[in-house]
């Protein structure tokens, strides 16, 4: 049963940076096998949306629309760490933010629905 723990949320004002971990256990990957990995947000009356998910094993990213050249996913397979680098914040980007995987076959612009294993959230909030 794979886990996924998010931290490091919080409260920053925009144009600010916070980096959210996800330490993710209980899954393994090898050459013939992988997950998606990735994050998504959602506000209260929204859909969630997916923000940015890589796919262990290789170079692959996705990075949303509205995050591209703001936001950097990275993976720390020895650690099985997860993490989402945030600058320059905007208020928009406030939300609850999650840590997601799906094993293979998946796709990195899967829909949150193609998501298996999910953590609890961490919030974030961006003051103008």
């Known amino acids: 049963q794979v886990q996924l723990v998010e931290s490091g949320g919080g409260s920053v004002q925009a144009g600010g940076s916070l980096s959210l971990s996800c330490a993710a256990s209980g899954y393994t990957t090898s050459s013939t096998s992988s997950y998606c990995m990735g994050w998504f947000r959602q506000t209260p009356g929204k859909e969630r949306e997916r923000v940015a998910v890589?796919?262990?094993?290789?170079?692959?990213?996705y990075y949303g629309d509205s995050v591209k050249g703001r936001f950097t996913i990275s993976l720390e397979n020895a650690d099985n760490m997860l993490y989402l680098q945030m600058n320059s914040l905007k208020p928009e980007d406030s939300a609850m933010y999650y840590c997601?995987?799906?094993?293979?076959?998946?796709?990195?612009?899967?829909?949150?629905?193609?998501?298996?294993?999910w953590g609890q959230g961490t919030q974030v909030t961006v003051s103008s």
């Open positions: 890589t796919r262990t094993g290789t170079t692959i990213i």
């Open positions: 997601a995987a799906e094993p293979s076959p998946c796709v990195t612009t899967g829909p949150p629905a193609a998501y298996t294993y």
